[in-house]
């Protein structure tokens, strides 16, 4: 059967659904080679304006290149080690955390028997039966972990070298997506092009300022509530932000649980809430909209499915990668008529402007003065 424009509109629907499908399991069964390759570009159209002020300055490509990636490694090697040393001093106190865990359980055990009338030993029970399943599935778990490991090192190794690759080839990589469509197309590959450079790059670098104030902002309110590990828990809070919603709630509860075994006073874990969510709130309707920009302007349905979806697909890559991805997938459907129904679902435009207001006030009040003067 051949599809054409005068095909029944459900055949076509369900032929864009299936070709959706199969692009989602292609993704899923070569994640260990497209996700490494998705982040290379991301840095790539980080470094590119670095790369282009040295190429200005005579510098031949190849040395522009290795400069700007040592600098992005110096960097990103600083942030490691930064957070490993944190992590060192947390690891250091597990034994005492786990102590005052285990003392506050026994207080919520006590709470629930209480309040729900559930025994000791009912509770117990469950929770051996989940201790069980958890353990018959350990090899499995073992195993994932180690792939984990695995995939993190293929990615440490991976990902300077397509960088490198990207920067190189970037003008034969430009010139093929202009001969691969014809040349009526070639001003919305143009377009799409110039806006994807723009989107990933306003995107990297307004996420990186962002994560900045973030982190200093929690860090340096955590630490005026006397929370321990404070710096820890700030950068924590900075690197999840970076998925939408559900990364800050997941930073919190985190957060509120370790300071459980050292606070004394219900009330400093309402202070922790408050200090971290009116952070999040003054980043979500300030310093988001104004250091990240316009280009990324998913609203936020699209944005929890976009990581709920990035998540199963290719797991924790996905969560990070789904933000513009989406945004990527907006620019396109904006260029093609067919699909710019679909970009207008993806975007976030539905406040009227202020113009826009004045107009529908202005119409309004000339119908009722026509209608009054009217005979």
């Avoid at 209480?114 to 018959?136: G, P, T």
């Avoid at 809430?273 to 316009?294: Q, R």
């Amino acid at each position: 059967m051949v599809i054409d424009k005068n095909s029944p509109y459900y055949i076509k629907l369900g032929f864009k659904f299936l070709v959706i499908f199969f692009i989602g399991y292609f993704i899923n069964i070569a994640q260990n080679i497209l996700v490494p390759f998705a982040f290379a570009i991301l840095l790539a159209v980080l470094l590119l304006p670095i790369n282009n002020f040295l190429e200005r300055k005579k510098i031949s490509r190849v040395p522009a290149i290795a400069f700007s990636l040592a600098l992005s490694v110096i960097v990103i090697g600083a942030v490691i080690y930064f957070l490993s040393t944190q992590i060192a001093n947390f690891v250091d106190d597990i034994p005492s955390i786990k102590k005052h865990l285990s003392d506050h359980f026994i207080q919520a055990q006590r709470w629930v028997k209480s309040k729900l009338h559930v025994s000791f030993r009912e509770q117990n029970e469950y929770l051996n039966n989940a201790a069980e399943k958890i353990k018959d599935s350990g090899p499995g778990y073992i195993t994932d972990t180690f792939f984990s490991i695995t995939e993190a090192l293929m990615l440490a190794i991976l990902l300077p070298i397509y960088t490198f690759l990207l920067l190189y080839y970037r003008d034969l990589i430009k010139s093929f997506l202009f001969a691969v469509f014809r040349k009526e197309h070639s001003e919305k590959v143009s377009n799409v092009i110039i806006e994807s450079k723009k989107m990933i790059h306003n995107y990297m670098l307004g996420l990186l300022i962002e994560m900045g104030i973030v982190a200093t902002s929690n860090s340096i309110g955590l630490m005026l509530l006397g929370v321990k590990y404070a710096i820890f828990f700030g950068v924590l809070a900075a690197v999840l932000n970076v998925i939408p919603y559900i990364g800050m709630f997941t930073a919190t509860l985190f957060t509120v649980l370790i300071s459980l075994t050292t606070i004394t006073h219900t009330s400093e874990i309402v202070w922790i809430v408050v200090v971290m969510y009116g952070i999040h709130i003054i980043d979500v309707n300030i310093l988001m909209p104004k250091i990240v920009g316009s280009k990324v302007r998913i609203n936020a349905l699209i944005s929890i499915l976009g990581v709920i979806i990035g998540g199963a697909l290719t797991g924790l890559s996905g969560l990070f990668l789904s933000v513009p991805a989406v945004a990527l997938i907006k620019i396109i459907c904006d260029q093609l008529e067919d699909l710019r129904p679909w970009g207008m679902l993806l975007g976030d435009n539905i406040t009227p402007t202020k113009k826009y207001k004045l107009y529908q006030r202005m119409t309004k009040k000339a119908a009722v003065r026509q209608q009054a003067t009217a005979p």
